[in-house]
């Protein structure tokens, strides 16, 4: 069987491009209640509060940059061209930026917006608000292109496909406890895939896999590449 390495990440890969991640010490669930911030429901109840997250988010995520466990990433996609896919779970974009091609965003991406009435997605203004117009419908029903809690993520027959394919699955930088995504190592592994967690310390999910590498993602995924 052909050689098939799907990488999944988590906001740990860019914790050291200077964006938070939401459930180590400090992180983004410490500041903010997710309920409030990540699901449909808070958004129906106060939509301001919601846009002023991720403006904020869209900007640092602007101003950061990628990075040396996102050039590794990019650089193995083109020393395997066609045997590399790339599952994020980031919306901040790093990875693209970084020259990663095969890419699937499953949790959308926080630079781009998306009409509530009429589905038209576009690229988002730095600033979302409750008076922002569709440009395609005029409605001011605009949300960040994100996935909230209780919404299906983004390509996942497309993710599955790759799975399916995977001899290798490789878990960067996530606490393993967000569905689907936090499930994929036990798919992966079902079918045959040789599992790697690359991690800071050991997550919720590290028992599941065949080998655990702990420290940065920016030290030790470049050494995984290379
Ligand atoms: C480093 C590092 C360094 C730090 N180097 N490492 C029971 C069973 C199954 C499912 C459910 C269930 N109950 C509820 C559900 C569904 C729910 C869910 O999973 N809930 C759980 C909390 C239990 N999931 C959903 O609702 C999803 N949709 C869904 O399930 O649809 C139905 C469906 C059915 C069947 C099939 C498929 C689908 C949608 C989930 C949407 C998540 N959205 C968010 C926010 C939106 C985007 C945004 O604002 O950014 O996505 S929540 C947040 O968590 C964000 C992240 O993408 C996601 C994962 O977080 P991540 O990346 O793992 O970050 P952290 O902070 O948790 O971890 C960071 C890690 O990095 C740590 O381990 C550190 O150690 C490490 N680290 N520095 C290396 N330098």
Same mark, same amino acid.
């Given at each position: 069987?052909?050689?098939?390495?799907?990488?999944?990440?988590?906001?740990?890969?860019?914790?050291?491009?200077?964006?938070?991640?939401?459930?180590?010490?400090?992180?983004?669930?410490?500041?903010?209640?997710?309920?409030?911030?990540?699901t449909?429901?808070?958004?129906a109840?106060?939509?301001?509060?919601? @846009?002023?997250?991720?403006?904020? &988010? *869209?900007?640092? $995520?602007?101003?950061? %940059?990628?990075?040396? !466990?996102?050039? =590794?990433?990019?650089?193995?996609?083109r020393?395997?061209?066609g045997r590399?896919?790339?599952?994020t779970?980031n919306?901040?974009?790093? @990875?693209?930026?970084?020259?990663? &091609? *095969?890419?699937? $965003?499953?949790?959308? %991406?926080?630079?781009? !917006?998306?009409? =509530?009435?009429?589905?038209?997605?576009?690229?988002?203004?730095?600033?979302?608000?409750?008076?922002?117009a569709?440009?395609?419908?005029?409605?001011?029903?605009?949300?960040?292109?994100?996935?909230w809690?209780?919404?299906m993520?983004?390509?996942?027959?497309?993710i599955?496909?790759?799975?399916?394919?995977?001899?290798?699955?490789?878990?960067?930088?996530?606490?393993?406890?967000?569905?689907?995504?936090?499930?994929?190592?036990?798919?992966?592994?079902?079918?045959?895939?040789?599992?790697?967690?690359?991690?800071?310390?050991?997550?919720?999910?590290s028992?599941?896999?065949?080998?655990?590498?702990?420290?940065?993602?920016?030290?030790?995924?470049?050494?995984?590449?290379?």
């Open positions: 069987m052909p050689e098939s390495i799907v990488i999944l990440t988590g906001a740990g890969v860019s914790a050291e491009s200077g964006l938070g991640t939401f459930r180590d010490a400090g992180g983004i669930w410490d500041q903010y209640e997710l309920e409030d911030v990540a449909p429901e808070g958004f109840r106060n939509p301001a509060l919601v @846009h002023d997250f991720y403006n904020t &988010r *869209r900007e640092n $995520a602007a101003l950061a %940059r990628p990075n040396a !466990a996102h050039e =590794a990433l990019a650089r193995l996609e020393l395997l061209p590399v896919t790339l599952i779970q919306i901040d974009g790093l @990875h693209e930026r970084a020259g990663s &091609r *095969r890419l699937y $965003a499953m949790h959308g %991406r926080v630079d781009r !917006a998306v009409c =509530a009435a009429c589905a038209h997605c576009w690229p988002s203004p730095p600033q979302l608000s409750t008076q922002t569709c440009p395609a419908c005029g409605q001011s029903t605009c949300r960040p292109d994100v996935v809690f209780g919404e993520p983004y390509h996942l027959d497309e599955e496909q790759a799975l399916r394919r995977a001899t290798q699955l490789v878990v960067i930088g996530t606490s393993g406890t967000v569905y689907p995504a936090a499930g994929f190592v036990e798919v992966a592994g079902q079918l045959g895939a040789y599992t790697v967690e690359i991690n800071l310390g050991r997550s919720e999910a028992d599941a896999f065949d080998r655990v590498i702990e420290g940065p993602a920016s030290e030790v995924v470049p050494a995984w590449v290379d």
